[in-house]
């Protein structure tokens, strides 16, 4: 005789995500919760229109009324969601891969990456962002140590 004994109940919940479209059209807010098993659940959203040329070819050229629709989406949600799902155009994000050593701390590699970077994109403003790709640095590590 087979037991099977099903523990999910002790493991921890993925916390619920806000995620966010900007179209031509409108600002799409919505939250989605963990339903169990890995299947999320629409818990919130909020769809709000944009005024016409708020947005053009992709492009925000009226921040305010972005701004504007955003706030009035998110309090109408009513949402207390901390985590962030964005996603941009290819034609917004520049992607390089680079060859770092392993064993850098975090502020070494963010150091090697700003430097890297700063090679191949002159940027004038502190607003720009450097993400990290650490799933492929991990996964390479797990491979390594289970040889």
Not at 18 to 40: H, Q, T, W, Y
Not at 99 to 106: C, E, H, N, Q, Y
Request: aromatic share 6%.
């Amino acid at each position: 005789m087979q037991l099977n004994l099903n523990f999910d109940i002790f493991k921890p919940k993925a916390p619920p995500l806000f995620g966010m479209d900007i179209s031509s059209s409108s600002v799409k807010l919505v939250e989605l919760a963990d339903a169990g098993r890995g299947n999320p659940r629409v818990e919130r959203y909020a769809i709000e229109a944009l005024p016409k040329d708020a947005v053009l070819d992709g492009n925000i050229t009226n921040l305010d009324a972005v701004v504007d629709a955003v706030q009035r989406g998110w309090k109408r949600m009513a949402t207390r969601t901390k985590n962030v799902a964005l996603a941009l155009p290819t034609a917004a994000v520049i992607t390089k891969k680079i060859i770092v050593p392993a064993g850098l701390r975090d502020e070494e590699l963010e150091v090697q990456v700003e430097t890297e970077a700063n090679q191949y994109i002159h940027l004038r403003s502190r607003r720009s962002t450097w993400t990290f790709r650490w799933w492929d640095l991990l996964r390479r590590d797990r491979k390594r140590s289970k040889c």
